[in-house]
């Protein structure tokens, strides 16, 4: 009856091992997934205030000419270099 016994609580014990090893991997891969996530929403807060500042800019020098120098030059400038002289 010893043996039978000891074999049921060992039983026991495993099941509950196998148990809580599954909850723990359950919870580790939560834990992971919401680190990635984070991770994630902070890229798109930094993509999103990239694009309010561009825009703000846009806003801000819509509508204005501006001439620049030889040596200067604007990041969202257009450069014709494909032009012919017209006599």
Request: zero cysteines; proline letters at 0%.
């Amino acid at each position: 009856m010893e043996v039978l016994e000891s074999s049921i609580t060992g039983a026991f014990k495993m099941i509950l091992m196998i148990v809580g090893a599954l909850v723990l991997l359950r919870f580790l891969g939560q834990l992971m997934n919401a680190k990635r996530n984070l991770e994630e929403e902070r890229k798109m807060n930094q993509r999103q205030r990239a694009l309010e500042v561009e825009a703000q800019k846009k806003r801000k020098y819509f509508g204005k000419t501006r001439v620049l120098g030889k040596n200067q030059k604007d990041e969202n400038s257009i450069e014709d270099i494909n032009f012919e002289e017209v006599e």
